[in-house]
């Protein structure tokens, strides 16, 4: 299994990004996928999360209206197209999915939200 974040950057306060997670090594299609995010010097948090056919979406409410998790199978990648991004968003952003009852990380990319 192995899951790769990109899309990552330097953005300013309002600005937007689409994260992006591509999936291999096990069948993407039939899984639940989430992001999750640690910002600096916290711990790590629930983001949204997205079902195998992508009807069920749900946010944290920190970001409820503002991101967008979505999913292409025929990919094996999921998004976070995240906007009006805000300075407390500023983190580390991983995606995840468990197969078997273990857990699956990418390594995460970093957002920054700066002026």
């Known amino acids: 299994v192995q899951l790769v974040e990109s899309g990552g950057a330097l953005v300013q306060p309002g600005g937007s990004l689409r994260l992006s997670c591509a999936a291999s090594?096990?069948?993407?299609?039939?899984?639940?996928m989430s992001w999750h995010r640690q910002p600096p010097e916290k711990e790590r948090e629930f983001v949204a999360a997205i079902s195998p056919s992508g009807d069920r979406t749900p946010y944290a409410n920190s970001v409820k209206g503002r991101f967008t998790i979505s999913r292409d199978n025929a990919k094996n990648t999921v998004y976070l197209q995240m906007n009006n991004l805000t300075p407390e968003d500023t983190a580390v952003y991983y995606c995840?999915?468990?197969?078997?009852?273990?857990?699956?990380w990418g390594k995460g990319t970093l957002v920054n939200v700066s002026s």
């Open positions: 090594g096990f069948a993407f299609r039939n899984f639940l």
């Open positions: 995840k999915t468990i197969l078997g009852g273990q857990l699956y």
